[in-house]
């Protein structure tokens, strides 16, 4: 479940640069004194127990505030007809309204055309009669009451933390961390209200923020407050100190403004409904706030080129320091002569912070990693990548290094194709990189440089991918963070190279220094997944961009907001529908589909799933095999494959199948006493599997499906057999448990009545008892005998963990052109066990 958590955004318009050149980090905080606690085991098996704050416990009540007794059932729902779709009067007007102008219209004419002929007419003569009936909706009004609208949302009925708790491993006592209300600023914040008794039984809500400096709300729980167009000024006086800091200043004070209707319920209890149908008194606190680096210096104040989070020098941001806190800053700034604290520790004392103007928030605390602008853009993309660019060309003439890099781009190139993996068929040869770009290139990158720059470069490049593979995490445990900061301190040791061999002269980064501040903020806000940019940046394009293209782009502000209020009523408008249960059955639209299926399509090869959580995998054939179309019987598909001993394989397999406690290896099983299967067999393209990955892309309940292909044509171009793990000892951690094996076939047969889902596979043998040293990867290589005939076998669909994904050790020679990547499988000797992938992998194949 996710944290009860409120996350709100606010677009800044125009804010340029913060020009400001430029330590301390906070002074001990007391820790709050230990409430008494209340645990309670936790998810299946009694695995996991939680200890609850007792003070802010979420307790129901009734209208009036007062406590239900334990047990006690809701209010009944209000009884609404579930045929009212006021203001529309169908369905069909309903699901019309979320279309652009120009589709409306062309809908509506070719509407009225098929009822001419029956003397009718549409419901609506263009856009403007559609919006003026979504325009009278009583659902969404904003009424600066959106953060009640989410908490009464029926959609998030389970999806709520109530209370702040402290989870635990039954096995180990060990903490771990996950969703928000895990984290100790959510605990430590119910502390503090909890000095207050009239706030004990609360639920405590906390707003979490996010701003974009360009121009800018996760689904309906991230709502647009606000686009902040922030004053320009003549070039003559645009630089001005002044005119510049009243800018900030003025920024400050607007969300001081917008958030000052919630700052009577931060301390005072206010009594809410929520989506279960409960009252509860709620006590709101401001959040973490979710900002790139140039948003955080406008937020906290601070010179640029400092720390937001601490007060290190400039020159030496990654030297230990004290940590920021509101009220020592307050303290220098009364103390203080003014030009120290700004060269001494980086503030701009005449600005404010907003958060100054609220209880219990301290926005140097209140600054959250940031996974996609922090880690993926700035420490890999625009530092690592750019410093082994710079590298080569310092090392070795400007022709050599050309030649180097276009052969990284072949690699990178000549990756094989993977469910959810982007391509690069050009290397990374184009110039606009989006944040989904770098974390593909995150995924091949090191295997493409590994021969062509010295060893030290190609361990900080894995330390700095752990690092980022193991913050990204969807818990993270006490163990883990000991892991992050093994991480960390690898790579601030290999990274050395780039200084000493006078590739970059500094260190001294704010992106890459706030990687020292994860595992504090670990601690603080739990794991960092549901803390990103990213989650902002989604919805970047329906709240701005979209509405940018309906708009007549003159004085497109006024009409940007209007399309998003239209759409955020609409938005309700459908909760409200699914509640009274109106939006299942016939007349779904297309776009309908794509909100509320089990499965969604990110691509032909990988889905979500929003199904109910299992933690076995479960692999399954297509639905429709091939027919005609391939082999139908066992001979034909052993001249097909060109494996003519396949019959004698089958043999064994069904051995195997037929007598699993029989301890002899199938190999050394005569052929006599095996079963003779040469009947029918249906050939699939394909198979399913379905397993728990709750750190990558996922449906609601951590489930992912992935597609697995083996066919001979493939878009009609070139083959594609996929690889795979395949489970041998799940008693085993990681790969010591699980071989890799490369699929040439799936095909399925019933023998005895019983239906065997089959794959015909070849082995890859592991090279060594451990993954490789440098990359932090296994290596595997073609399994074959001694004349390097091919090591083939049949295994049931039930062995088969997931897909996997190979990159070629291309080691130092350079590759020929031409290579294709859909060759790739077949062209080399060596391949490493891409454990970067996916998260999955990265936490399977170790």
Known sequence: MMGMQITILTWTLTEGHIDYDIEMGEPPRQPSPQPNIDAEFFGPGDHLYRNYHTGLDGRPCDADGVYLPPGAPPPPPENLASDDWTPFRNRAEFETGGMPAGQINRLLDLWASTLAKHNDKPPFADHRDLYEVIDSSPFGDVKWQFVRNMLANPTYTNEFDYRPYREYSTEND?????????????????????????????????????????????????????????????????????????????????????????????????????????????????????????????????????????????????????????????????????????????????????????????????ISPDILHQLVKGAFKDHLVEWVEKYLRHVHPKRHAERIMDDIDRRIAAVASFSGLRRFPQGRGFKQWTGDDSKALMKVYLPAIEGH??????????????????????????????????????????????????????????????????????????????????????????????????????????????????????????????????????????????????????????????????????????????????????????????IPHLPDLLGHFLFQQLHPDDPRDSSDIPLAECPRYLNKISVFNSASSRFYAPSDLSGIGGMRVEHIRSCPSWRNEHSRHDCVFVNTDSSLPGMQGLEVARVHTFFSFSYWGDVYPCAVIRWFDKVGDTADKDTGMWIVRPGGDANDVPEHAIIHVDAIYRAAHLIPVYGREFLPRGLKYYDSYDAFRAYYVNKYADHHAFEIAF
């Open 174 to 366: 060990q903490r771990q961390w996950k969703d928000f209300m895990s984290g100790n600023w959510a605990w430590d914040q119910a502390d503090e209200i909890a000095k207050d008794p009239s706030t004990l039984g609360s639920t405590f809500v906390p707003i979490i923020l996010g701003s974009d400096k360009n121009c800018f709300a996760h689904h309906d729980g991230l709502a647009i407050i606000g686009f902040l167009a922030m004053p320009k000024a003549t070039k003559e006086h645009a630089e001005e100190p002044t005119f510049r800091n009243f800018r900030r200043q003025l920024f400050h004070s607007s969300l001081s403004k917008i958030f000052n209707p919630l700052k009577p319920g931060m301390t005072t209890p206010e009594v809410t409904p929520f989506g279960d149908g409960h009252y509860r008194r709620v006590v709101y606190g401001l959040g973490p706030y979710i900002a790139d680096y140039e948003e955080q210096v406008l937020l906290t104040c601070i010179i640029r080129g400092r720390c937001p989070k601490c007060m290190a020098p400039r020159a030496n941001l990654d030297q230990d320091a004290l940590c920021r806190c509101r009220d020592y800053v307050e303290a220098l700034i009364r103390e203080g002569p003014l030009g120290d604290i700004w060269n001494e520790v980086g503030i701009v004392p005449e600005l404010v912070p907003f958060t100054n103007d609220f209880p219990r928030a301290d926005i140097y605390q209140m």
């Open 453 to 642: 720059v010295p060893t030290d470069i190609v361990r900080a490049f894995r330390a700095l991918l752990e690092f980022c593979y193991l913050v990204r995490r969807n818990i993270i445990t006490e163990d883990a963070l000991v892991e992050i900061e093994d991480a960390l301190s690898r790579f601030h040791h290999y990274r050395e190279l780039f200084k000493t061999s006078g590739t970059i002269p500094t260190f001294s980064l704010p992106r890459q220094h706030s990687l020292k501040h994860y595992v504090q903020n670990i601690r603080l806000f739990a794991a960092p997944n549901g803390l990103c940019s990213s989650i902002t940046e989604n919805k970047h394009i329906k709240a701005v961009k979209e509405p940018w293209r309906r708009s007549s782009r003159y004085n497109a502000l006024g009409q940007m907001l209007l399309i998003n209020q239209r759409l955020d009523k609409l938005s309700a408008a459908r909760v409200d529908f699914m509640r009274r249960g109106m939006l299942t059955g016939t007349c779904l639209s297309t776009a309908m589909d794509a909100l509320a299926p089990l499965r969604i399509s990110i691509d032909e090869d990988l889905e979500i799933d929003n199904g109910p959580t299992i933690l076995q995998a479960f692999v399954q054939l297509a639905k429709t095999p091939q027919g005609k179309k391939r082999a139908q019987t066992v001979l034909a598909l052993a001249e097909e494959l060109d």
